[in-house]
């Protein structure tokens, strides 16, 4: 019999695919890998967004950034390009009203590789040169998309809307990384930073009394990623049962259903 599929999303983005996880027959396990939380002080973040038809191109860095920023968006200005780097980011939109239908989106043109560096290359990069773009992210992040479009002539905003941190190593939170590394499961992984910060909660808690193969264990599993990226960190991190399946959710569900 098939062990569970642990989700390690955000919770707000975990809950709807662990239900379809469930409609396949499958043991859905919730285990939120990065906590998402609003910003403190919103104020520059509505400011800036107040102003959204100033900015040729909006590009969006995840699902939360999308969420974070809609909270504060009333309507999609006409004319204004939104960018995005998945499939995951797309339906985003769709769940605030924005479509194909109803606005321009650019996005990588190979689902495998959805990030930054693809997101780039389907971009008409040369069409921003002296033009104002707008990067919508968590509070850290990478500067790769920021730095390509300032190389391409753009005035880059970049504001951060959400924080992001690794949960806490809690008593309750050990006991079910335990209870889940006691068997084998299929882990579905959509971040990196999320995949690193597990490794230190697990080092962490191999450290306390009994955790010493807890690590081994995790290298055990097997890992269903939608980046090539993610499955580099994945291999870095000596995991070697890995299952690459490309952006969006059908991909994720299609490599479930294809285990054994």
Not at 59 to 74: C, G, M, Q, Y
Request: glycine share 8%.
């Amino acid at each position: 019999m098939p062990g569970a599929v642990v989700i390690t999303r955000p919770l707000a983005q975990a809950l709807p695919l662990a239900g379809r996880v469930a409609a396949l027959g499958r043991r859905a396990e919730i285990l939120p890998l990065l906590d998402i939380a609003p910003l403190p002080d919103t104020g520059p973040l509505r400011a800036v967004l107040a102003r959204l038809h100033e900015f040729a191109l909006v590009a969006f860095v995840s699902p939360n950034a999308i969420d974070a920023a809609f909270a504060h968006i009333p309507a999609w200005p006409a004319g204004v390009t939104l960018a995005v780097v998945g499939e995951g980011s797309r339906a985003a939109l769709a769940a605030h009203g924005v479509t194909e239908a109803n606005a321009t989106i650019v996005s990588p043109l190979d689902p495998v590789h959805s990030d930054s560096e693809h997101l780039l290359q389907a971009l008409d990069l040369p069409a921003l040169r002296g033009r104002q773009v707008l990067i919508v992210r968590g509070e850290a992040g990478r500067e790769l998309m920021g730095d390509g479009f300032r190389a391409a002539g753009a005035h880059v905003t970049a504001i951060p809307a959400y924080r992001r941190s690794v949960p806490q190593l809690t008593p309750e939170f050990a006991a079910r990384l335990r209870a889940l590394l006691a068997e084998e499961n299929d882990w579905i992984v959509t971040s990196s930073e999320a995949l690193r910060g597990l490794f230190v909660l697990l080092e962490e808690l191999a450290c306390s009394a009994g955790g010493d193969d807890i690590v081994a264990k995790m290298q055990q599993q097997h890992l269903i990623v939608p980046h090539a990226r993610i499955a580099e960190t994945a291999r870095l991190l000596g995991l070697s049962r890995l299952t690459l399946t490309g952006s969006g959710d059908e991909r994720l569900l299609a490599a479930l259903q294809s285990r054994p």
